[in-house]
């Protein structure tokens, strides 16, 4: 039965401010600039001024900014409408121009901004240029123009480039004969059988760089091998790899050199003739493959040392100062002027007007408060954390989680959360992930409440010192650790361990 009933309860939800508000938080100094150029694409109102130069900006610049500026901003959902409700019959509608404070935008040029979006510190006269780059072929390009040198009639040149076609980035072959045949005759309509396959295959694996087209590792390997002089070491390198790979790779050197019957610095030489190999030959190419590889990271802070005073600064090089269009600002001073006798399409346009500008002024006020989120709480990180900053070494990191920094900021966690996230600082020993100076904390020997970061120094400097042919296994880097005042327990060892990508100690043996 169906009925209909009122209900009152209350929620929380994010106003659609609220959330942009948040992602340009969240957003890295790449993504905010990419965030500026779309608002001021699609919004009129909105415009740069190229001409401006403006400082560096620091915590100082915003000190005298008030604490509300703290909360988030309402949206212009929960502003008052400028139109009443008229018994026109010619109007649904009507601007309530007297509601409307048009001084505010008048207001905006004639002040010196509180926050700036943009430093040049360039000599006007200075030469810029660009550096030239060479656009060269791609991997999969440099195989197809190899196919033309190829003895092949038109139809097995068909089924070499689509063999090539799925070779991937690193120069596999992934895909099984079998799966291939199938994919030709339904895509291509090209029949053939699995024996054609392996052998066009063969012909794709004579290719350059050796090793393209292998299915597995130890087949990759392989190929490279038989290309080289057949030398004692390189017949004794493809034994290893054809016959004992699994324990090659397991580290397993001297159960495999009894095996050889090959002395000591037989081994040796065929371990480094195999540990010259190249597991990923398409990687070599510097090409398309090694372009999406490559990762620039901008700083979004910069930290300047002072004679011991520490000053954070936001990285904002490629953001002009923003502000409101003034043809704009005229328009609505000249509507405010003139109220009379004004037509319902002169109304709807400065309904358009003023929708523009607020949205341009929320988006000016969202950037400057993005700007004081993220300088109060790095400016606290710096402070919280300032040993390390001065002595640049990972044993003066303090023991600091997502909540200590909250409750000096006066932020939610989740915000300083946002804030830390993919985002840099650029200091004058390296450039730090933020998320670098966050870590837990234990009690050493002496009650003292230590980083985990620092004894994860200690266990890597600890594998780096150690005797390669004998390794450390777990248990005795516990007990080392234990002797410097560290009460850790094997099961942690390991996983700080694998944390650090440091392989167990059978793996790490070395001749």
């Not at 509601?99 to 030469?127: C, F, S």
């Not at 998320?435 to 004894?455: C, D, V």
Request: net charge negative; proline share 3%.
């Amino acid at each position: 039965m169906l009925k209909q009933q009122l209900q009152q309860k209350l929620q929380q939800k994010l106003s659609p401010s609220q959330i942009q508000t948040i992602k340009l938080i969240e957003a890295t100094t790449l993504e905010l600039e990419e965030r500026v150029r779309q608002e001021l694409e699609e919004n009129p109102a909105l415009e740069e001024d190229f001409d401006s130069l403006a400082d560096t900006t620091s915590i100082d610049d915003i000190a005298k900014q008030d604490d509300d500026q703290k909360e988030t901003m309402e949206t212009s959902d929960n502003e008052e409408n400028n139109y009443d409700d008229s018994d026109s019959e010619d109007e649904d509608v009507k601007l309530n121009a007297d509601d409307y404070d048009y001084g505010e935008y008048d207001r905006m040029d004639d002040d010196v901004p509180a926050y700036r979006l943009k430093i040049n510190n360039l000599d006007r006269d200075a030469k810029q240029e660009e550096i030239p780059i060479s656009a060269g072929i791609t991997f999969k390009e440099y195989l197809d123009e190899q196919v033309g040198f190829l003895q092949l009639n038109e139809r097995e040149r068909n089924i070499v480039l689509y063999i090539i076609g799925n070779i991937d980035d690193e120069g596999y072959l992934r895909r099984t004969p079998d799966v291939m045949v199938d994919d030709l005759l339904f895509q291509v309509n090209v029949e053939c059988s699995e024996e054609e396959i392996k052998r066009l295959i063969t012909l794709v694996q004579s290719l350059e760089p050796a090793g393209v087209g292998a299915q597995t590792l130890q087949e990759c390997l392989l190929l490279q091998l038989v290309r080289k002089p057949q030398t004692d070491t390189v017949k004794y390198a493809q034994k290893i790899i054809s016959d004992y790979f699994e324990g090659f790779s397991k580290k397993h050197y001297e159960k495999i050199q009894r095996s050889l019957d090959i002395d000591e610095e037989t081994m040796k030489n065929v371990i480094a003739e195999i540990v010259k190999l190249n597991p990923k030959p398409g990687n070599t190419w510097g090409g398309d493959v090694l372009e999406h590889t490559k990762t620039t990271i901008i700083p979004d802070f910069t930290l300047e040392n002072n004679n011991g005073k520490l000053t954070v600064h936001l990285n904002q090089n490629n953001i002009s100062e923003l502000h409101i269009n003034a043809n704009f600002k005229n328009m609505l001073n000249d509507f405010h002027n003139n109220k009379k006798n004004q037509t319902r399409e002169m109304k709807d346009a400065i309904m358009f007007i003023k929708q523009k500008v607020d949205s341009a002024q929320w988006f000016i006020d969202a950037v400057k408060q993005r700007q004081q989120t993220l300088l109060v709480t790095m400016t606290a990180i710096v402070e919280f954390q300032y040993k390390f900053f001065i002595e640049g070494h990972e044993s003066f990191l303090k023991p600091m989680i997502l909540k200590d920094i909250a409750d000096i900021t006066g932020y939610d966690i989740s915000t300083i959360s946002r804030v830390s996230n993919s985002k840099y600082i650029q200091t004058e020993y390296a450039i730090y992930p933020v998320k670098y100076f966050f870590s837990e904390s234990i009690l050493n020997a002496q009650g003292e409440e230590i980083s985990t970061r620092e004894i994860k120094t200690i266990l890597q400097e600890c594998i780096d010192s150690e005797d390669k042919r004998h390794p450390l296994n777990d248990d005795e880097v516990a007990d080392y650790l234990k002797k410097c005042g560290y009460q850790i327990a094997r099961r942690t060892v390991a996983k700080y361990r694998e944390q650090l990508n440091i392989p167990a100690s059978r793996l790490r043996t070395d001749f």
